[in-house]
């Protein structure tokens, strides 16, 4: 097949080939080249050592990724190329790094040390493919397989056990059963990895097109229990809620693939229901509820993203998400959208109705959208006037208010919460005159009031 590659890509095979080096494609870009997909970066191999890759470059930026692990990165002005010399590894003696790595000549020894045979695939302009592994032929088969001996590959860095899930859920391929075995025997060694790099793989299988699949396999291996225990009490949690036909994790499973591809709204869809065990209860009828796991499902997402490294940012904008995902069964009037707009911030409401309708949708076949719609109407009716719901959209604020005579402090604050309460409720009230008006009304003391007037 033509492999086309992108100029500054082939600029870099030529600066090496011409000084008499080895150059070849490798990993993942050969893999999405052969799957004919296009490539997010490009890496290339060489058996060139890093102080001679660096000379061939020495007009262009380099970066020094791992001198000593034989990566150097050259920036261009339309991409970066990481290269790496030739390599082979020592032992692995903690599920992270090898004893020693040392530098070789042939490409197939390189090949040899990668995780799957679907990324120990070679390209090379002269000598064609390189494919020592039939990573091609799993292409073709849809197979997640790993070079060799699979638990030895994972022995050498457990993180490679996600990787599989990873890549059979971006692939939509299936690990190969030898492979899927070992993954499970050493599920619980994926904790010996840093949160930082479970998260990065982790996260890469939620914005997967079906994300179920990959959590779906990460139960069978093991590793959800290891990674996110406080889900396991969902699986095969029977509801008893005529509302309700799945349960408890097929639910959210339904949610999470019914969602869009935004890292916040994903994990929220995964998390959302994860307080139900906790607040489980069966009414005389034999129905069941979970009153307020809501709330007790924000403090567990809360300690689970902690947990995971995730940003403050990630982790307020994914609980305000499973805190509200329930919000949409409220009968609001005007004044009580416009405080749940403010209590979930205007960022975040249009990401709650995606999560709102995956949820109800995912409830049972006959399941009612509408009054999501009429809620949904409602907020964006609001938003559109720009009617006031926050302290800031006041046609005042506490300059206003000292000028006026109040002390600076506590008061200032309780006034313009008064104030804002006053115009939820009558927006025709946000003038700046007939806020003070009201002000002086609640605040000031009679005489200072007719002192004022004078």
């Known amino acids: 097949m033509e492999i086309n590659i992108p100029s500054y890509v082939e600029l870099v095979l030529d600066r090496l080939e011409k000084r008499g080096y080895e150059a070849y494609l490798v990993g ?14 490009y890496d290339v191999t060489t058996n060139a050592l890093p102080e001679q890759i660096e000379e061939a470059f020495n007009d262009m930026k380099t970066i020094d990724v791992g001198k000593k692990f034989g990566t150097i990165c050259v920036i261009q002005y339309d991409g970066e190329v990481e290269i ?79 990787r599989a899930v990873r890549f059979s859920c971006q692939l939509d391929f299936e690990i190969e059963e030898k492979t899927f075995l070992a993954g499970s025997e050493y599920s ?47 699986i095969g949690f029977n509801q008893k809620n005529p509302n309700h036909s799945k349960d408890v994790f097929n639910h959210i499973l339904c949610v999470l693939d019914g969602t869009p591809k935004k890292l916040h709204i994903r994990l929220a869809a995964l998390l959302h229901d994860i307080g139900k065990p906790h607040t489980f209860t069966v009414d005389e009828e034999g129905v069941g ?3 307020g796991h809501d709330k007790v499902g924000a403090e567990i997402t809360s300690n689970v993203l902690e947990r995971l490294k995730c940003s403050k940012e990630l982790t307020c904008k994914v609980k305000i998400l499973v805190r509200e995902h329930m919000t949409h069964h409220a009968k609001f009037k005007d004044k009580g959208i416009k405080r749940f707009i403010r209590r979930v911030g205007e960022e975040n409401i249009y990401d709650l109705f995606e999560l709102w309708r995956a949820d109800r949708r995912c409830s049972n076949e006959s399941a009612s959208l509408e009054n999501i719609y009429e809620t949904e109407k409602q907020i964006i009716s609001i938003l559109e006037k720009k009617e006031p719901f926050k302290i800031n959209q006041l046609d005042i604020n506490g300059n206003d208010l000292i000028q006026l005579g109040l002390e600076e402090g506590k008061i200032i ?8 309460d006053k115009v939820m409720e009558k927006p025709e009230l946000n003038h700046n005159e007939t806020l003070k008006e009201l002000v ?13 007037k004078k």
Not at 96 to 110: A, H, Q, Y
Not at 136 to 159: C, H, M, P, Q, T
């Open 188 to 234: 619980e060694d994926i904790l010996k990895v840093s949160a930082e790099r479970i998260s990065s793989e982790f996260f890469k299988i939620l914005l997967s097109d079906r994300p179920s699949k990959g959590i779906k396999a990460m139960e069978t291996m093991g590793l959800l229990e290891a990674i996110i225990p406080e889900l396991i009490p969902t």
């Open 28 to 41: 993942g870009s050969i893999r999405d080249i052969l799957l004919g997909k296009e490539p997010h970066d």
């Open 84 to 162: 790496t010399t030739f390599r082979k590894e020592g032992e692995y003696i903690d599920g992270r790094r090898p004893k020693w790595v040392s530098f070789c000549s042939k490409i197939e020894e390189d090949l040899s040390r990668r995780d799957f045979t679907i990324n120990a695939i070679a390209y090379s302009r002269f000598k064609g493919i390189v494919d020592p592994f039939n990573g091609i032929e799993d292409l073709k088969n849809g197979i997640i397989r790993s070079v060799g001996d699979a638990r030895e590959r994972f022995k050498e860095d457990y993180l490679r056990i996600l």
């Open 440 to 452: 002086k009304k609640k605040y000031l003391p009679e005489k200072q009031q007719q002192i004022l």
């Open 413 to 420: 604050k309780d006034a313009l919460e008064y104030l804002l």
């Open 289 to 291: 509820h979970f009153y």
